[in-house]
């Protein structure tokens, strides 16, 4: 059966409040959770930014929930080091914690300086980032050079089973690329015909038998106009779609571009419902295509009303 995830939106609520809500997420029946990674928030609306790799130690220790999360290696993070972090967090909670690895996004990863290639080499970097990483969790001794430098290195606090490799993917032909050498793939969507082709193309590429999470947006308020205004105000600069979103450098950039976001246009990206029977009904399509894991992200500020209602209404139907 497919497990019911909590999504932790670091872009959204300062890192306390967020170690709160996934308290709460667990208490309620959220069989998992997924945290995001960023530098900087999308908007200035959103208004946050923790450091998510500090903040997992706390969630783990503080939560009985199985957790992922996606980062982009070769820029702001080594390889090696982020080996080292999933190694340290997997050693002290054995199998709670998959590793997504994605090709990143300039809003985070232009703080280096480094250049921002196009995508196809940011997908050679990721494949090369993601050998090593798999390397060094497997106990063996890397000196690498070619996109990332690593010299020596070793992992010497290791666990007994080494975290899932997960490749992240919003296309289906990164989604086909990640088939490879990925232990699975996580995708983001609400709706089962755009989803389906980057799940395919994965099978495609070599990922047949492996898991596939989802992370799905939703927006839930007992008032239908404040599901919708909330919606708007806090993720309409994630509504553009093409590839510009791997290209700009800062939240006012994703606020320009959005501009002419409207709060019905929110419709094609976030699932805003008063009715926690339509939320259940949107879940249960979503499951039917066999997800491991379905990480709920609620958009709204909102979040403890929400994780109640869906603990008491939603989690029940998907066998919480």
């Given at each position: ?31 998992c ?31 009985r ?6 980062t ?16 340290t967090l ?20 232009d703080?280096?300086?480094?250049p ?9 970097r ?26 020596d ?35 983001v969507?609400?709706?089962?015909d755009k989803?389906?082709?980057v ?15 989802l ?15 909330e ?14 979103n ?8 994703f ?6 976001v409207r ?6 990206c ?28 609620q ?22």
């Open positions: 059966m497919t497990r019911i995830g909590y999504h932790a939106s670091h872009e959204q609520h300062a890192p306390s409040a967020l170690l709160r809500h996934v308290r709460a997420a667990d208490e309620a029946g959220f069989a959770a997924m945290s995001s990674e960023h530098f900087k928030p999308w908007s200035r609306a959103q208004g946050h930014s923790g450091h998510a790799w500090s903040w997992l130690g706390a969630a783990l220790a503080t939560t929930l199985p957790f992922g999360i996606i982009a290696p070769g820029y702001r993070h080594h390889p090696a080091v982020l080996a080292q972090s999933a190694a997997s050693e002290m909670f054995p199998e709670r914690l998959w590793l997504a690895l994605g090709s990143g996004q300039r809003l985070n990863e703080i280096t300086g480094l921002w290639p196009e995508k196809a080499e940011r997908n050679a990721l494949a090369e980032c993601a050998a090593v990483i798999r390397a060094l969790l497997a106990g063996q001794t890397v000196t690498h050079r070619g996109r990332v430098t690593v010299i290195a070793q992992l010497y606090s290791r666990p007994k089973t080494p975290p899932l490799l997960i490749g992240g993917a919003a296309t289906a032909a990164t989604a086909r690329a990640l088939g490879a050498w990925a232990d699975g793939l996580v995708t969507g609400i709706e089962p989803l389906r082709p799940v395919e193309a994965f099978r495609e590429g070599g990922g047949v038998g492996k898991p596939v999470f992370q799905t947006k939703v927006c839930w308020d007992p008032d239908p106009a404040r599901a919708l205004a919606a708007h105000a806090q993720w309409s600069s994630n509504a553009i779609e093409g590839e510009v791997w290209e700009m450098r800062r939240p006012e950039d606020e320009t571009a959005a501009r002419f709060p019905e246009d929110m419709h094609a976030v699932r805003i419902s008063d009715d926690l029977g339509q939320h259940a009904a949107w879940l249960g399509e979503l499951a039917e295509m066999g997800f491991a894991e379905i990480i709920v992200h958009v709204g500020t909102r979040q403890d009303a929400f994780i109640d209602a869906f603990g008491r209404r939603v989690l029940p139907q998907f066998g919480a």
